[in-house]
């Protein structure tokens, strides 16, 4: 017996719903720009500098107790988060340390005045210069628009001899989802790291190739059908290809959830954003790609894509 | 404790290998905690090392252990680095490396 979740006739009125989805993701994109810009993502020491220092305890401790016990030194603001340890290992984040020389002895030796001497462990200091942070920051950004754009261009020269337009459509959509996923993690002040931005990567990737299915069963539908409508036509692709869009989609949804919940905190960040991504994605290729299309095409008489389809 | 810092160069720069604790020892062997970090303080990572009874004997001290490891850990350095930093990341546990009869390793 075949694996059927969606009966293959089935005839969901997609395209007819597309104005209410279209209002709906340009709010919601909106609302990701002003969070993005007034409140910020809450960036790791990757892209602001600063140093990451992994500390065990014997004993259960907490986070009040360790920022007590730093106070005498004069490190600026700390961050401390549990580790997921049950209360023996904690993060400390410093953005600004004057001399980064000696930290992990200069903690020890500060912590082990509360704590005692060997029930703390300085077991990891990463540290990143502020002008290379910096630096990071401005190239991850440079590679979402690398990448997007020449996404763009991809597609708009693979479909070119139906429409210029789908390469427009699959751009949007990809901006749509950046937009969404980094206001996600604005939401969630997931701290944004290189494997987040690797992540956010590979939802561009991802959304990239829902769209190229849908789009390329347009293509295919509106070579068959000359004289339908551009909303019949992509409509009717949408349908043929939900089936096929829910079982992947679904499939990696389902191992991202479990990636969220047992990957530890370590990857809850990149997972967080391959997990809103994806669904994203998938919703963008077909209430945002689509409408694209069909709004450039609206412009042209009835028919005009199906021929050049052919 | 030994303050001892043996002095390591890597392709990553200079780095410091010291004890962070008082060597555990019982009739099995003796377990090491070790700190790699960078001289110029940025980076510092703690693993641990396992000697099997087999290899030493129980009264050595840990001066010599470490003089014994560092050149080792010079050698492998890359591989300890990364695979203490990985442990610590997302197992939160410390890189636990043994050196028995079949890995003698610097013993």
């Not at chain 2, 099995?28 to 099997?52: H, S």
Request: glycine share 8%; net charge positive; hydrophobic share 45%.
């Amino acid at each position: 017996m075949s694996l059927q979740l969606i009966r293959p006739d089935i005839n969901l009125d997609f395209v007819g719903k597309r104005h209410f989805f279209v209002i709906l993701s340009t709010a919601i994109n909106i609302a990701a720009i002003l969070l993005i810009v007034f409140k910020g993502l809450n960036y790791g020491v990757d892209f602001v500098g600063g140093s990451v220092v992994q500390v065990q305890f014997t004993n259960t401790t907490n986070a009040d107790s360790i920022r007590r016990s730093l106070g005498g030194l004069d490190l600026g603001e700390i961050t401390v988060q549990d580790f997921g340890s049950g209360g023996h290992s904690y993060l400390l984040r410093f953005e600004k340390v004057k001399n980064i020389a000696g930290l992990g002895p200069t903690l020890e030796a500060e912590l082990a005045k509360t704590f005692g001497t060997n029930d703390v462990k300085v077991v990891r200091v990463e540290s990143v210069g502020a002008k290379v942070g910096s630096d990071l920051r401005r190239r991850g950004f440079f590679a979402v628009i690398v990448a997007t754009i020449f996404m763009g261009i991809f597609i708009a020269i693979q479909f070119r001899h139906v429409s210029w337009s789908f390469g427009t459509g699959a751009v949007i959509a990809l901006i749509h989802d950046v937009l969404v996923v980094t206001g996600a993690l604005v939401i969630a002040q997931l701290q944004f790291d290189l494997t987040t931005l690797a992540a956010l990567l590979t939802v561009i990737g991802y959304s990239v190739h829902d769209t190229i299915i849908v789009s390329d069963r347009i293509r295919e539908d509106a070579s068959k059908r000359r004289r339908e409508p551009i909303a019949t036509i992509m409509n009717r692709a949408i349908n043929e290809t939900l089936s096929r869009t829910i079982l992947t989609s679904g499939t990696a949804i389902m191992v991202l959830i479990a990636l969220l919940i047992f990957g530890g905190p370590i990857l809850r960040p990149s997972a967080f954003t391959l997990l809103v991504g994806f669904i994203t994605g998938t919703y963008s290729s077909v209430y945002i790609a689509g409408p694209v299309v069909l709004f450039w095409e609206g412009r042209t008489k009835v028919g005009s894509l199906s021929s050049r389809a052919a | 404790m030994v303050a001892v810092a043996l002095s390591i160069k890597t392709g990553r720069g200079n780095y410091r290998l010291n004890l962070a604790a008082p060597a555990e020892r019982d009739p099995d062997g003796i377990l090491l905690t070790l700190v790699l970090e960078r001289a110029d303080g940025i980076e510092r990572v703690a693993f641990r090392c396992r000697i099997a009874s087999e290899l030493v004997t129980q009264d050595v001290d840990e001066e010599t252990l470490l003089t014994r490891l560092s050149p080792w850990i010079e050698r492998e350095f890359e591989m300890t680095r990364e695979n203490a930093l990985k442990t610590i990341r997302s197992e939160r546990k410390m890189l636990e490396l043994s050196f028995d009869a079949s890995n003698r390793g610097p013993f």
